[in-house]
C-alpha cells in the first residue's frame, strides 16, 4: 500500500468558496502560483509561472481560515485520481486532484494601498509575487 502526497509553496492567485453549495463535499478551490527560475543559453533569467489548483474539503476548513490573494503559502495533501464516464465512450474522463489537508502561512500579502504597494505601472490585475 502506498501514499501518494505533495507540498507546494508559492503565491495564493484566488479563493473560490463552495461553501454555500450544500450538495457540494467541496468547500473551497484554491489556485497557487509558482515560479520555475533559470538561466537561458545567452545567460538571461528566465521565469515561467504555473497555477496549481487545490482541492478543500469540508473537513478541512482551517486550510482556508484567514487566508488572502498573494499569502506565501506551503500547502501538503494528498493527490486522488478520479474518473467519470464509461472507459471508451467521448464521455470518458479521468484526472488528478489535489486535497490540501495542511497550510503554513509564510507571509501575509501587504494591504493594497499600502506605502509599499510595488512599482510604477503595476497592473492591478496581476496576481502579486
Given at each position: 500500500?502506498?501514499?501518494?502526497?505533495?507540498?507546494i509553496i508559492g503565491r495564493v492567485a484566488r479563493i473560490v468558496d463552495l461553501s454555500n453549495k450544500?450538495?457540494?463535499?467541496?468547500?473551497?478551490?484554491?489556485?497557487?502560483a509558482t515560479d520555475q527560475n533559470w538561466k537561458n543559453d545567452a545567460g538571461e533569467w528566465e521565469k515561467k509561472t504555473?497555477?496549481?489548483?487545490?482541492?478543500?474539503?469540508?473537513g478541512s476548513k482551517l486550510v482556508v481560515k484567514d487566508l488572502d490573494v498573494g499569502d506565501l503559502t506551503r500547502f501538503t495533501g494528498v493527490i486522488d485520481t478520479w474518473k467519470s464516464g464509461e472507459f471508451g465512450t467521448d464521455e470518458f474522463k479521468e484526472g488528478v486532484s489535489l486535497i490540501a489537508l495542511q497550510?503554513?502561512?509564510?507571509?501575509?500579502?501587504?494591504?493594497?494601498?499600502?506605502a509599499d504597494e510595488?512599482?510604477?505601472?503595476?497592473?492591478d490585475n496581476e496576481v502579486p509575487y
Amino acid at each position: 500500500m502506498g501514499i501518494a502526497e505533495f507540498e507546494i509553496i508559492g503565491r495564493v492567485a484566488r479563493i473560490v468558496d463552495l461553501s454555500n453549495k450544500s450538495n457540494s463535499k467541496t468547500h473551497a478551490l484554491v489556485s497557487v502560483a509558482t515560479d520555475q527560475n533559470w538561466k537561458n543559453d545567452a545567460g538571461e533569467w528566465e521565469k515561467k509561472t504555473s497555477f496549481h489548483t487545490l482541492v478543500v474539503k469540508n473537513g478541512s476548513k482551517l486550510v482556508v481560515k484567514d487566508l488572502d490573494v498573494g499569502d506565501l503559502t506551503r500547502f501538503t495533501g494528498v493527490i486522488d485520481t478520479w474518473k467519470s464516464g464509461e472507459f471508451g465512450t467521448d464521455e470518458f474522463k479521468e484526472g488528478v486532484s489535489l486535497i490540501a489537508l495542511q497550510r503554513r502561512i509564510f507571509t501575509k500579502a501587504k494591504p493594497r494601498g499600502t506605502a509599499d504597494e510595488g512599482p510604477a505601472g503595476h497592473d492591478d490585475n496581476e496576481v502579486p509575487y
